[in-house]
């Protein structure tokens, strides 16, 4: 895989089912022979109904789900050989923000970020605090640190989500259906967010049902629909 590429697919389908197991059940293909290569700093938006297999793509990037076939590289790393052993590795290459958070609701915004740091080798108490400072500046919860989640509103809570997916300096951010649970006020905060974010060359895919969002804040988009990905102009899908 080239350098400046954080994720290179050639003819990969993906399955249905078990999140580890291969089937060979035509019944359970759910994305057949998708080419898809995504470079640094680049924003990528995945459309698509329900169903259509954008959640299943971007599990198996971070090797939830296992790739049937093809060949896939992310971050460096091959996934259709990666070990089990190596997956956390992985996934420490990456940010994953998730529709509901799941931060952790014990502790304050500085905590929260800074176990993570810990956990995953984060070693100098200075590097650390110095990084939390950055990420929070980044998202704009500079000013609440010591804030417990329960008392954020959900546009902080997901900037929260968001500062903890940066603090690994990740090449790749991955985030399914974002802003879901937000008003349309504090999803545009959120997308200026991820926006940002891509232009400090830190590339973004986001699954997404809102179109406005995707007219407001253009950029590439994939729609997945029968078993097959294509690039589209949002114009011609509304």
């Not at 994720?7 to 089937?23: F, T």
């Not at 915004?109 to 176990?115: A, H, I, M, S």
Request: with cysteine; proline share 3%.
């Amino acid at each position: 895989m080239q350098s400046n590429k954080v994720i290179e697919l050639k003819d990969v389908s993906l399955y249905v089912g078990d999140a580890h197991r291969v089937s060979n059940d035509e019944n359970d293909l759910i994305l057949l022979g998708v080419n898809l290569t995504v470079g640094e700093g680049e924003f990528v938006y995945l459309i698509g109904r329900v169903g259509t297999g954008k959640s299943t793509l971007l599990k198996a990037l971070y090797a939830e789900v296992d790739i049937a076939a093809g060949e896939a590289s992310v971050v460096g790393f091959d996934l259709r050989g990666i070990k089990r052993r190596t997956i956390p590795y992985l996934r420490r290459s990456l940010g994953i923000v998730f529709q509901d958070f799941k931060l952790l609701t014990d502790r304050n915004v500085f905590l929260n970020l800074y176990d993570v740091m810990r956990a995953t080798g984060w070693k100098s108490e200075e590097d650390i605090r110095c990084r939390i400072d950055e990420v929070l500046n980044l998202v704009g919860l500079e000013h609440k640190s010591y804030k417990m989640p329960f008392e954020l509103s959900g546009g902080e809570q997901q900037r929260l989500a968001i500062a903890r997916a940066l603090v690994n300096r990740p090449r790749l951010i991955l985030a399914d259906e974002p802003t879901g649970n937000l008003d349309p006020r504090t999803a545009e905060g959120i997308m200026e967010v991820f926006h940002r974010i891509a232009r400090t060359g830190c590339a973004v895919v986001m699954s997404t049902h809102n179109i406005s969002l995707i007219e407001q804040f253009p950029s590439r988009t994939i729609l997945f629909a029968h078993g097959k990905i294509s690039e589209v102009d949002i114009d011609a899908v509304i």
